[in-house]
């Protein structure tokens, strides 16, 4: 430990180890931030923008307004990604298969609305049957990596891997390829933009820049990308997670979950524009949440002018609308 | 940065060090769970799996559905577990033995009411008395562990032989051998299984599949072991537990739970299923909370068609019946 | 990793490295608590431990039940504690003394009530005058500890110093030598007991095993100290503390506080029991929160038979009593 | 274990290794503080601190109390500051650019209030028209660090070169010097104050030592610089952050927010004082949250004798008047 070549010591004066930042995440990191040149923040900034704003002038048919609901099958990949294989933890997302799953699809079809499903590669390896039923019953199965794992930790090589696997692992099982994509965690890499170009998508809901779509820069070159946007506001996950490991608690009622959806709907509604709800089976799915959905869909159900889409179809019309 | 020597370069592609999964817990772990083989993750899944619906079609004397209440006596092996001593923290525990066990034993009694108690074998060791007068008023004693220790941290020597000291230590005490265990904090290890076999019990009451009974499948293979699911949404814990050394508070009302544990059991109620609730004596036996616990069980006995039963009548009532 | 020297195997077994508890604290630790004998479990939970009820018949007066309000003057000793002289942090607590304080003693003579302020050595040394005023206004002034220290992690020799001057300290700015003591954090370590029993102290208010008031056992010896035992449900910080370095926010709604605090009284209030309640004047003492606080008060003393009293005075009334 | 060579046992008599305090930040730590002679935490306390009061005896013409409203316009900072240069990050705060500010500015303009927004330097490079907006819409833009990073990390070096960086660069784009400061996280350092006073500041807004105005005290000596004190209590942030990589979430609901301000409001009536309210376009400017801050304001306006105002005209007002 005392020594060290003397190369290496020239290196280090060079480059003198900085701090590591308390909470850093994601491509970058290196030196504090307050030490960076405007090139480089600049830069960082710069990377992946949002571009001119999609939002059509009506939505299809005259509608006042769009709701895209969908929901993220992670399943037992919420644990595996951690490279956990506890099988009380692993039970916990088998629940999103055996009951969240179809208890969704059920009330979907009881009000006659059509979703998108973000599965996992591995999560559809799993449960084809699945898939399958969720596309004969009209909604959308889009990707969303491929077991859940953190693209900012994946080098450019690895993250074209798991993404084209997870591409033609959904292309085979839903039967046809999936035109857009949800990164997991919503962990959007340097890298992910130029890898959703070459898999030539329609759209990405991983970003969290507006409300209403947009269209996607890639270092400031307009790239016809829908991003349709998201935000931890509008996802079961914050309120109602669970992690023994950490703090993390379902702490907030349903009723008050309730509460911010219906809010989020009603600025959508004022405003005329989207509103993008993410859900995951294994949360949303259990008897006491499940019933705040169906009371936000009543809700929504009678206001009139709102059009039920799937993110796929969302993006098609603000592309070819806008 | 840029150049590395050619030695290093080749042992770091022999060998690249992975990145530490962030929560990595339970048995498993080592390289990213995104460079897994198939074999692997379908292997994970497959160790332990809900088998067929042990969901019966009636419950007992015709009743629509059936409430499962348990209370898990963790008491001062909840400091103990984590190698403390400190009298300050064993003291929070010490309460659920001395005011919380008799304050559920007089609100069972008053209401007429059985249920489930899950005792570490320690616990029962330092509250005999308590055992035997919950065995007396016609409750139900269960394994819980010996010390609350974390399964998955444990080898499968290690866990055997906690597992019968515990059964010999509940047996001895509560007059009867156990029928039924709840893994410690549901840390269901990927030897739990077996062990449970080994000993040959009815039932678990760990895991989270469903909401209804299911069989428990042992690498695919049906064991005929009923696992009567639980879930963090219907504990106590989850909402009103406290500890100083982490940011893990009890942030949410008594009412906003209750209004939670009754949402679930109207959603079996609905289902005409399982409502299975988790407490603890040292949490929900305090004053501003067994409260919502009286109010909670008035209203369920208010409903027509509840059949209050022990985890063990219930999962007896669905092996022979399904 | 598969194949080890056999002098390393031979010495694994002798002594294997257990592995870390997540959350050890206090005294005590080492190997891993499910390996550990009777013997040491049992003389853990012996140490301190609850002895005979204090609870008396009645309490003073005919009263039907007693209410003990207390506020713990942390100020800068919060932050000071963690080694931390953060000017931003210190004006956190400073506040405790500027606003809080005064506020809440303008409350309770509105009120005419009389309540206990716990100290800590350095806040009486910063605030003299601060507490000359509250034994003035008829209020208790006991220790809680030097600087707010964490005591289980302090060495017998050092526990008894910071004690004995923390005592010397807060007698000669009260003008009368204190005859109780809330640890800091209630981190109550397994030498406090006999500190507080050479300092010849009335009582403790820092552990949990019982909302009523009851006789320590040392090592299972009745000592004559009484408990006014306390609990993080009655305490203002779980529900309204804020960390910026941590997870820990002030998550709960003043009103749900309210609710929590009043379950709390009501339970008393029905058992003929004992209520008490700790706050923080840097907690409490915002407009937010006094506006519970009063509102709190103003329902407590609508009900009939309710005696407020300094922890001073509950404590001599049961020692007497019992 | 038990032998060292005796170089290194000298050494450790000399400096013996404190153990690491768990929270320590800031400037200061070292040695436990139970440890430190009372020179050291007094010398602590006093480097800043509140002085005189500042509230005047009335407000601006006759007004009862007063509002200031103010947005911390962190945006794309609240990442990069971490060393992350993730997109998905860096969308969550170019939300606040492309949708907060501006829905912000149309509230504020429908209601025709002034308020203060506290910039990073660098954020107003990234978006210099948002600050010209700012301005020319009437309201105060000030000073918010160079790219929100921690000061208390900072040698007074860097900490200088920084300030004066975002002075300069907002006395630019705004096109008129700031006169206000509110430090990043409001994490006010040893040596922010004299810098403050080197760059001839009229106040600073990072202080929670009162809920009125007051003059900051330098180590004892008045300085003439108004302080606006803030409070977690009073901002959007605590209530409704999220932050994936911790435990953070946006636990409570905008409805218990509104709780929250408004009695922190009407406290300030009650007393005839200021409510100063701290709010980030890239949190409050969502839907659901733009929506409490309109019923607020609703509220606010509803009362007679409220002066709003922005920071520079409380703080001169204050500075002119007490």
């Known amino acids: 430990m005392r020594r060290r070549s003397s190369a290496a010591a020239v290196a280090s004066k060079r480059a003198p180890a900085p701090p590591a930042p308390l909470h850093a995440t994601g491509n970058g990191a290196g030196d504090p931030a307050w030490a960076w040149e405007e090139r480089r923040w600049r830069g960082a900034v710069n990377k992946v923008r949002a571009g001119r704003s999609l939002k059509p002038a009506r939505w299809k048919n005259g509608a006042r307004m769009c709701v895209a609901l ?17 099988p009380g933890r692993l ?6 298969a055996r009951v969240g799953v179809p208890r969704i699809l059920e009330l979907l079809r009881r009000h006659d609305l059509r979703a998108s499903f973000f599965v996992p590669g591995v999560v559809a390896a799993l449960h084809p049957d699945e898939q399958r039923r969720v596309v004969a019953e009209g909604h959308e199965v889009a990707m969303h990596g491929w077991i859940h794992e953190g693209t900012s930790e994946l080098t450019e090589v690895v993250e074209r891997d798991l993404m084209r696997r997870a591409f033609d692992t959904l292309a085979k099982i839903a039967g046809r390829p999936p035109v857009g994509v949800r990164v997991p965690s919503w962990d959007f890499s340097a890298t992910t933009l130029p890898l ?7 759209y990405d809901s991983s970003l969290m820049a507006d409300d209403e779509p947009y269209e996607l820069l890639d270092d400031g070159v307009a790239t016809g990308i829908v991003e349709l946007p998201v935000e931890w506001i509008k996802d079961d996950a914050p309120y109602l997670g669970m992690n023994r490991a950490t703090a993390i608690r379902p702490y907030t009622a349903p ?21 993008v709800l993410t859900m995951h089976p294994h949360i949303i799915g ?12 009543r809700y929504m159900k009678g206001m009139p002018g709102v059009w039920f889409a799937t993110h796929a179809e969302v993006a098609r019309y603000c592309k070819a609308t806008a």
């Open 255 to 275: 009723s008050a979950v309730l509460e911010i959806f219906r809010a989020e709907f009603e600025g959508a509604l004022a405003e005329g524009g989207l509103f």
């Open 70 to 86: 969908s929901f993220d099958s992670d399943h037992e990949t919420s644990t595996l990604r951690e490279g956990s294989t506890s």
């Open 196 to 202: 959703i170009r070459e898999l030539g998508l329609l």
């Open 91 to 96: 039970a916990q997302g088998e629940y999103g």
């Open 286 to 297: 259990h008897r006491s949440r499940i019933a705040i959905l169906e009371e936000l869909i």
